[in-house]
């Protein structure tokens, strides 16, 4: 028996594969949302370590609130690394300041979409921002979440 | 003080679940004779290789192997502990008998991360069957709160530890070190599996991974292979433990304890519906789409014995039946605490499954629980059932083992008396066996006054006589649940 509702933790509520449009760093920027009124430049670097198995990338999507991070909404931002020696970075550029939060997981297959098994729970590792822990779920925006302002912000994720 | 609720108090209730909510406050029992929680207690370290004493008897020539056994032997951490029997850490153990008749004792824990991440807390709080979450705890798919602790089996030359909503943990035959969850396919990482795999007398092996109304059936080959997986549609999402099989047919018996919501722990999500009936569904082994539904009045149930067929198209079974839940509700989790809470015994019945579309339950006189048979008859018309028994209403746990004769309809029975906890017993067969019972059963119990773990092998042919050899370990380990002998 499952004892656990990891539908909650199913592929669509991690990740969006199916409606986000993965999209190559150098052409993030691109995707961004338009909501602010000044063009910002603040930067996120993100560096995935921890990463057991050798081969594919490892998929981020970015959000800006709470709505979209939980579901109901897109991110702002999505973009994927190839995995070497065990790390993968990401740098998104041109963020307005506010609160962000992000998902990752290691698309080690290379499909481009998270795996699961036949009952949807993720068979391909994942993390979250602040190295946040779900709970028979993804991890909450409240834990998630962390703050860009003016200049670099650094988010280390162990992603295993 | 024991104060046993009748079954029509206890469906008063309206769920078992509600039921549940009072019982133990009712029934609390034995607080001063519980000598019966060293059955229960924890084991705090690995048991590293050590003899056991042989105190009486001769070691039976020819018995030669390793008996694995899994069980909860970990439940309390500063304070804290598991809401249920159920939700301990697995300690793999290994009793080797030698081919000079000296015998030996290893166990180690399953290395899972549930228990990593509650020894970092310290304290008892991944979720379980019956046990809360606790605050901090991270659980990113099944397998983050596996306990691994319910069987055992060795399967492509690896020891396989069983839970049964997550996957099975690898652990080395010898050194009983834990290599990681097994993984079948990448798409089938933290699947389900039950502990109760159904194993053909060739070795090919069958098992049902659970989720709601849903099942993937699974079938591997005797090298521990799979071979193929296949879902299945199930008529309600039953609780269950444990399925059987004839040589052509997957038999899925389903309780009328119905999944209906989520709750945690998990077992709050149950509700005992018993007007609704107990269900059978027989499914071919050889084609999945061919299945027949048969009914029966309501029980409940843990354990099975394997199935067959009869010529006239007869499929018969044996199980040790409840009548209602209440064990697992109220009994299981109040071991943990020490308190022994009434339960109905379970009882051994044959059910059979007729081909006009009949079923019938047919009870016997004896309590009794963990039913298994001779693995060589699996599948196949068979005359025996090993089981433990001798249940009591003033204690907890089994006191006896027998062996039933469904021929003669008698028991062949051996009472340990109250001062030992009796587990599981496996038959193991003669080199070159002439009968199904020709052979010895061999299991463990735990002698409360020498506060020893004991390894009794009887004849299988004259139980009552007596074990035809018993060693100490000088360790209790606690009660624990199902094995596999190795022979070698």
Known sequence: ?160 | MTITLSRRQILSAGTVAGAALFCPKLALADTAAADWTLGIADVEADIAPRALRRVAGRAPAGLVGTLYRNGPAKFRRNGTSSGHWFDGDGLMRAFRLNDDGSAGLTARFADTPKRRQEARLGRIAVPGFGTRSGVGVAVNGPDDTNPANTSVILSGGELLALWEAGSPLRMDPDTLETRGFKTYRPDLAQMPFLAHPRIEPDGRIWNLSLSGSTALVWRLGADGALEAVETIALPRASYMHDFTATARHLVIVLQPWIQDKFSLPFIDSLSWRPEEGTQVLVVDKDDLTKRRLFELPAFSFFHLADAWEEKDGTIRFDGCLEPTPMFAITGAPGYVRGEHIHAPAPMLNMIALHPGGQATLTATSISAEFPRNSANHAGVRRRHTVHVGLYRDDRPLAQGVGIWDWARGRDDAFDFGPRHLVEEFLFVPRAGASSEMDGWIVGNTVNIDARATELHVFDARHVSRGPVCTWRADVALPIGFHGTFVQV
Do not use: C, R
Not at chain 1, 88 to 114: E, R, W
Not at chain 1, 124 to 151: I, L, R
């Open chain 1, 1 to 160: 028996m499952q004892f656990l509702n990891f539908a909650a933790l199913s592929i669509a509520l991690i990740m969006l594969p199916t409606s986000v449009n993965w999209t190559a760093p150098a052409i993030a920027a691109e995707s961004q949302s338009a909501a602010t009124a000044t063009p910002e430049t603040n930067t996120v670097e993100v560096h995935f370590t921890g990463i057991q198995l050798p081969t594919g990338t490892v998929m981020l999507a970015l959000f800006d609130s709470e709505a979209a991070y939980s579901g109901d909404g897109a991110p702002v931002h999505t973009s994927f690394a190839p995995v070497q020696d065990g790390t993968a970075t990401l740098t998104i550029t041109g963020l307005a300041s506010g609160q962000y939060a992000i998902k990752a997981f290691h698309d080690v297959d290379g499909d481009g979409k998270m795996g699961a098994n036949p009952f949807g729970m993720p068979t391909e590792p994942f993390a979250f921002s602040n190295n946040a822990q779900g709970k028979m779920g993804p991890a909450v925006w409240a834990d998630a979440k962390f703050d860009v302002a003016a200049g670099t912000t650094v988010q280390t994720i162990t992603i295993q």
